[in-house]
């Protein structure tokens, strides 16, 4: 079984996922953010430095790009190989509207010709493997048939599917009918990613797949990031709590010096961000937990940590 990280911007920085990867066993490929190459240049500063190699020593990646393209994303993925990745990953997937309207990410499904154009001309010239992450169609899930079957003329490394069109954002249910219904008319091999929470929910979709090897989660790893290690994926019941975890209070006292030496006071914003999603984890501690939301500085944040800590490890 293969489990990855989904690339999130913003927060699967490489300051998380090397730290992630340091503290947390259980991933074996961590996604970048997408890296989105302009003519006036391939990468921007933050993007050059997200997938610089000393930057990601040791932690299994593939760099992920946005691009409608081909010049673009061939002339990225060179420098990408020159730096040593050995795949790249081609968006199909960005909901956003600002994107989506410039016919990149999910704007690009609906784009039937620009989009064979744009497949034809970097399956031809690539330097790197390709895989696709993409959702089912831009406007309605009847766009699957015509787009799995285009995906099925190229030959995709791994076809990594959101079974959401772009409307959907994240939070409509996936159409999980539709996927279970043509997932095995890939003639590419498949990744799973949509929801996953817990390693019951990835046990349905096992049991709904049988012969389906790999997933991709996101939100549910950002909430418990412990949730794939092997003891939390032998463990049937619910998980014990986050807070007693000393690997968790490791890693988010690491990410934070490191984000702390790179970023001063916008630290926080990085380290709440993350909160959105780990305080799920956490129970009856509603009043530590607005400490964190509040805290105006470095000080601030660090006492309510520390409070929270304190609740489990006396
Ligand atoms: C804040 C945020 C940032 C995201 N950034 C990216 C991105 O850069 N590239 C991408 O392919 N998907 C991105 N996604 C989508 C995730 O990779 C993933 O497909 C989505 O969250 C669904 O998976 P999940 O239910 O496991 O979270 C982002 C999602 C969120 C919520």
Known sequence: MKYYFAPMEGITTFYFRKMHHKYFQGVDTYFTPFISPTMHGTFT??????????????????????????????????????????EVNLNLGCPSNKVANKHKGSGLLSEHLKLERFLDAIFEKSVLPISVKTRIGRYEEEEWNYLLSLFNSYPIKELIVHPRVQKDYYKAPVHKELFLNTWQKSENPICYNGDLYSVKDIEKWKNDCETMDCF????????????????????????????????????????????????GNNTLYKMKELWIYQEKSFENVDKQMKKIRKAKNKQEYDFAIQELKSIYFN
């Open 216 to 263: 991709m989660l996101g939100r549910g790893l950002l909430t418990r990031p412990d949730m794939l290690t092997p003891e939390n994926q032998a463990c049937m019941d619910t998980l014990p709590p986050l807070g007693n975890s000393k690997a968790f209070w490791d890693f988010h006292d690491e990410l934070e010096e490191a984000y702390f030496e790179e970023l």
């Open 45 to 86: 500063p933050r993007e050059r430095k997200d997938i610089l190699p000393e930057n990601n020593v040791g932690v299994p990646t593939v760099p992920q790009i946005l691009a409608n393209n081909p010049e673009y994303f061939l002339e990225v993925t060179k420098e990408l190989r020159d730096y040593g990745y050995k």
